[in-house]
């Protein structure tokens, strides 16, 4: 059932890879110099699994101090300061919040102090200055909750957008490295791409590390 399944969906994921490849390889790059992305997934080099959050945390600081590079880390839920053992710097993608977020603000509150004074010089904003209780027209406590509602919409889309350009998403048909990836198991990933790489040479570190399951992977397509 499987093997019909996967005779059905291959046409459609060669379909997809053609899309999506001519797309976005320009967007990721800009991207990647944008927020200093140094991550390159590749098709072939080496992974051990570990069991802990612990011992996944002191295997990425081993291979960071080794000078592997382009490696990375796999695990079934998120493990706090796991990039700065890796090396890595501090993320950029909060700036897009920030930013994309006071951007909503700004444009709520203008959007609003547009509509009740007097902007009718403005192309496409009319105004509706309306008297209720003879309180004033320009009531900035009123204003808040718009500008919360849209600084959240804005600050979140941009945020969820940035990211899934980050991690070159969407790729429907990308495989796992090992099914226990995504359960309970904590992998590090060493690509051949990686400063220094031989296979012997990252099994026999991964192996002194004290990981389990250590596998070559050499395959045509992305995991």
């Excluded at 027209?137 to 849209?150: G, Q, R, Y």
């Excluded at 979140?156 to 991690?167: D, I, N, V």
């Excluded at 570190?205 to 395959?219: H, K, M, P, R």
């Amino acid at each position: 059932m499987l093997e019909k399944l996967d005779n059905i969906f291959q046409p459609l994921e060669r379909l997809l890879d053609r899309v999506f490849g001519a797309i976005l390889p320009g967007i990721h790059n800009t991207v990647n110099r944008l927020f200093e992305y140094q991550y390159l997934e590749t098709r072939k080099g080496v992974f051990g699994l570990f069991d802990t959050g612990e011992k996944i945390k002191k295997a990425a600081k081993a291979a960071f101090e080794k000078g592997y590079t382009n490696f990375d880390c796999m695990t079934p839920f998120p493990v706090h300061g796991l990039e700065f053992d890796m090396g890595l710097k501090r993320s950029k993608l909060p700036f897009v919040t920030f930013f994309m977020g006071m951007t909503g603000t700004t444009l709520a509150f203008f959007l609003q102090f547009g509509v009740h004074e007097q902007f009718s010089t403005i192309p496409y904003m009319n105004s509706y200055p309306l008297n209720i209780g003879g309180k004033s027209t320009f009531s900035w406590p009123a204003m808040v909750p718009i500008c919360f509602e849209l600084t959240v919409l804005l600050g979140g889309q941009f945020t969820a957008a940035t990211l899934m350009l980050l991690s070159k998403m969407p790729r429907p048909f990308r495989k796992p490295l090992h099914k226990d990836i995504t359960n309970d198991k904590f992998a590090l990933w060493i690509p051949a791409s990686s400063e220094g790489y031989s296979e012997e040479g990252a099994k026999a570190f991964l192996a002194s590390l004290g990981a389990q399951e250590i596998t070559a992977v050499d395959e045509k397509k992305p995991y």
